[in-house]
């Protein structure tokens, strides 16, 4: 789901609509098009002053928009999507909460409109995400400061652009910090449809590796295959297909999986752990079946499995200066890419 640079012009229900607007020079994607106000004094934003069902709390209002400092960035947002944490900050019970009221919205991209005095890393014109999560990037405008910003190229397409620093940055770290693999080595996730799921397969097969997908079951399984499969995925599987003996014959030519990757919990995490390779690793990121990670004892005692787990946004405040990544500069050529930790993920 997307927040758009007009917002929804709707209240609370607006929470559960896809609406979006053109707007004047605002380059058009083949999806569509994302536009802000074009009333520079009028900022709107979707606020929750209090935590709680997000089609309760959210309300869209009206704020201001501050001087733009020696050190800060005006920028006009150009889309913004909906993800589960979003969802997760507003009830309350994530990780991280900000200061309420607060504006939602973790991810996103906006445009540069203009820059203060002491700002070098980015100018009018550039197209920027947020460093950290919190950010509140459901609002049509707004002035950060030039650390908590990204500078991104402005010619990739724009839900690439919106969705570029939460669901890549976890798969990658997650293929690399964990599990020494070489091209060859494969890897098996459930919710392999998910944002986090998608980008695990594509990496994952830039890298050279081989990928045991699982998704539930549903009427239209093969066209999800097939989609999966042309994103660079070598097996797609459903959870019930998972729990067969027989399932195992589909992988005599496969070898067994080093890094397991649960977003799920419950039963679906156990039947992950029973494929992993002696000594292998399962990494939680995600509970989306709201049940716990059960490990059998034989499978911790014999087979020597470790069981960790991996928020993106502890890893940018450990390995990021002052946590955040500053004002760094992403570039198709040379990527930014967060640097691989010498001991493993901490």
């Not at 709201?290 to 993106?312: E, N, T």
Request: net charge positive; proline share 8%; with cysteine.
């Amino acid at each position: 789901m997307w927040v758009s640079g007009t917002l929804w012009l709707a209240r609370t229900p607006a929470l559960l609509r896809r609406r979006w607007l053109p707007a004047p020079g605002c380059r058009r994607s083949a999806a569509t098009t994302y536009s802000a106000s074009a009333d520079p004094s009028r900022v709107r934003a979707l606020v929750y002053e209090h935590h709680g069902h997000p089609a309760k709390v959210v309300e869209l209002k009206n704020l201001e928009l501050p001087a733009v400092g020696g050190s800060d960035v005006h920028v006009r947002m150009l889309a913004a999507p909906v993800n589960p944490s979003d969802i997760n900050m507003i009830q309350g019970n994530y990780g991280l909460l900000p200061k309420l009221p607060a504006v939602g919205g973790n991810e996103g991209v906006g445009q540069v409109v203009a820059v203060g005095s002491s700002v070098t890393g980015v100018k009018p014109g550039d197209w920027v995400i947020p460093a950290a999560a919190g950010l509140g990037t459901w609002r049509t405008q707004a002035v950060f400061k030039e650390e908590a910003l990204i500078a991104v190229p402005s010619d990739i397409p724009l839900q690439s652009a919106a969705t570029l620093s939460v669901n890549p940055c976890t798969a990658y770290r997650m293929l690399v910090d964990f599990e020494q693999l070489r091209p060859g080595d494969s890897v098996i996730q459930n919710a392999s449809n998910s944002g986090v799921g998608q980008a695990v397969i594509q990496i994952a097969a830039a890298l050279g590796l081989r990928t045991i997908n699982v998704v539930r079951d549903r009427p239209d399984i093969q066209t999800l295959t097939d989609k999966l499969k042309n994103l660079g995925a070598e097996h797609v599987i459903t959870e019930e297909e998972l729990r067969k003996p027989e399932t195992k014959n589909l992988f005599k030519d496969t070898p067994p999986p080093r890094l397991a990757l649960n977003c799920v919990g419950g039963k679906s995490s156990t039947e992950l752990l029973r494929y992993l390779a002696p000594g292998g690793t399962m990494v939680t990121y995600g509970g989306m079946a709201k049940q716990p990670v059960i490990a059998s004892v034989s499978l911790l005692i014999f087979k020597d499995l470790k069981l960790r787990g991996f928020w993106l946004s502890q890893w940018k405040k450990d390995h990021s200066p002052a946590g955040t990544f500053g004002s760094r500069r992403l570039t198709k050529d040379k990527p930014a890419l967060p640097p691989k930790p010498k001991c493993g993920h901490t």
